[in-house]
């Protein structure tokens, strides 16, 4: 397994070359640039500006100057936050992110395994439908509906939480944030989980556990759920590589200091290095999560091997 890691580890490096030459040309190929104001700048600072940011160069010597300094490590410094690099910015930002993450992966993938796995066992009943409903709306209601509509409720309306701001990222102020984020993931966790508990609860080694007589809880949680989380597994990589390095929408409606909210920022004002920089972030978190997931296969399947 340790050869496989270390394998999948240098297969990842090419990935992330070319992850980083995309967005890196495509950022460039967006028209406007950090320094291209509504109020433009005199000229002599627009070229001061430039010449000290290398933006006066080729685009192949900007290109090679940044991933230069990226292999040491060096995110650059923000072109529009001056007084902050971009490493400092998204090692400010991440914990933010992340706790908020976290929560909501919790939620998520906790609770929608729960109930997809209960709506299997009680497959067309009551709670089936309840359950799929639930799901459904989870899965067609977007965030930027979602988060604006329980703020509206939750904090203007009702008064019962505040409607937005970190603070001392208390109960109360994670409530509304946390919800919004776990919503989508707990109805797909929950569909994902129910159709593939009903698909194994059919298949023939289940049938032969009950032959044999062993109990139902024991049918249900060592064999069958076991086998059932294989899909929830490969769905679980991508989605909390995304959910912990913030979410966009949620963030951005609730006034929170995470990764995803710098994202946006650096987009709107083509804040180069902080844009690249979240999108390394981002990839990274991908590449280990997908490897995790990956070597989970063979804790939950004793059939898969990495030799």
Known sequence: MFRFA?????????????????????MRIAPGGPFHLERPLPPQVFENLNRAFFLDQPLIVQYGHYLWNL?????????????????????????YSMTLG????????????????????????????????????GITVPN?????????????????????GWDDGGFRNLVLPVISLA????????????????????????????????????????HALRAALMPVISYLGPTAAGV???????ETVFSLPGVGRYFVLGALNRDYTLVMGTVV???IFIIVFNLIVDLLYAVLDPRVRYE
């Open 6 to 26: 270390f394998r999948r580890f240098l297969s990842a490096v090419p990935t992330l070359f070319i992850v980083v030459t995309l967005s890196f040309f495509m």
């Open 281 to 283: 972030l981002i990839s």
């Open 244 to 250: 912990l390095t913030g979410s966009v929408v949620v």
């Open 71 to 95: 292999m040491h490590g060096d995110f650059g410094p923000s072109f529009i936050y001056r007084d902050f690099t971009v490493a400092e910015l998204i090692g400010n930002s991440l914990p």
């Open 183 to 222: 919503l989508p993931q707990f109805a797909v966790f929950a569909r994902i989980t129910r159709g593939s508990m009903i698909e194994t609860l059919r298949a023939d080694h289940i049938r032969t556990a009950r032959a044999y007589g062993l109990p139902s809880r024991t049918i249900v949680i060592v």
């Open 144 to 164: 930027f509906v979602f988060a604006p509509l329980m703020s509206l409720v939750f904090a203007v309306v009702l008064g019962w939480l505040p409607a937005g």
């Open 102 to 137: 976290f929560w909501a992966l919790l939620i998520g993938v906790g609770g929608g395994v729960f109930v997809g796995s209960l709506a299997a066992l009680k497959q067309n009943s009551l709670i089936d439908y309840m359950v799929m409903s639930v799901a459904n709306i």
